[in-house]
């Protein structure tokens, strides 16, 4: 039986508070020699996953800005994907809403909720939340799909999230933001939504693998036939009750590289 990985990156294939995938390299070996894919699924931007896989030394299909869209190389294992939309050098399937969308919503309500999201931060303030460099700072800011924000009163959150839900949007917590993102997106629905595609591509049954650390993987570790949890830099779990659970004893890359060995 084909598997296919599905994999958060900060917090789970990348460290915390460095952003290192070093000590994951002998399960990415594995990986490669076993011709799995391996489908970043990240709230990161397009252009933000295709330089880390150069980083990586990867070509796979990937999943961006909260599982707004599925991107799949063109020539891609020689799979026919003649059906899905083209994008520059992939093919994409789209599930969220247009930035456009995402922005008049933000912009309507952001002066009454006290929000700041990447549109309205400098380089230098992205940089600063993230850890990222200026130029990777600039990578992040280049959204498409969604909207990272902060917010000064958080008692305020379900209030604003009724807000939303009439605009059809939702609002996603990550690992240092909050995302406001389709009411039709989200890690779980893309992963399940690529597992189907995936099953046509190969036409047989896959076994699904899926890491994360944060609460915005578990509706992505709920759809797969492995979910694994990865320790996160507090050395906390992530609160999810899934009966085939697997917890990873490391955090971040490490925690990875333990838990792919464990699974490929």
């Not at 699924?41 to 796979?60: A, F, M, N, W, Y």
């Not at 909207?147 to 949007?169: C, G, H, W």
């Not at 797969?224 to 697997?246: G, R, S, T």
């Amino acid at each position: 039986m084909k598997k296919i990985i599905f994999t958060d990156l900060d917090g789970t294939f990348l460290n915390h508070h460095n952003y290192s995938f070093e000590e994951s390299k002998e399960a990415l070996s594995i990986i490669e020699q076993k011709k799995i894919p391996l489908i970043f699924t990240t709230s990161k931007t397009k252009i933000e996953v295709e330089l880390l896989q150069q980083k990586v030394g990867i070509v796979e299909p990937f999943i961006v800005e909260n599982g707004a869209a599925l991107f799949i190389p063109k020539d891609y294992q020689n799979l026919n994907l003649d059906f899905l939309t083209d994008f520059e050098d992939k093919k994409v399937l789209t599930f969220g809403k247009t930035y456009e969308q995402i922005l008049n919503f933000y912009n309507e309500y952001k002066e009454e909720f006290g929000l700041k999201g990447f549109i309205d931060m400098d380089i230098q303030e992205i940089s600063k939340l993230t850890g990222l460099d200026n130029n990777n700072a600039t990578f992040a800011k280049n959204r498409e799909f969604t909207e990272p924000f902060v917010m000064e009163d958080t008692t305020r959150l379900e209030q604003l999230k009724n807000l939303a839900s009439t605009y059809k949007i939702k609002i996603k917590q990550g690992g240092r933001f909050f995302h406001l993102i389709g009411e039709k997106q989200g890690k779980g629905i893309a992963v399940k939504r690529t597992i189907e595609l995936f099953e046509k591509l190969y036409n047989e049954k896959i076994n699904s693998i899926a890491l994360g650390d944060g609460e915005n993987d578990i509706k992505m570790l709920e759809v797969v036939d492995i979910p694994i949890v990865i320790k996160n830099y507090k050395d906390e779990y992530l609160n999810v009750d899934l009966e085939n659970l697997q917890k990873s004893t490391h955090k971040g890359s490490l925690g990875w590289n333990e838990m792919i060995l464990k699974n490929v």
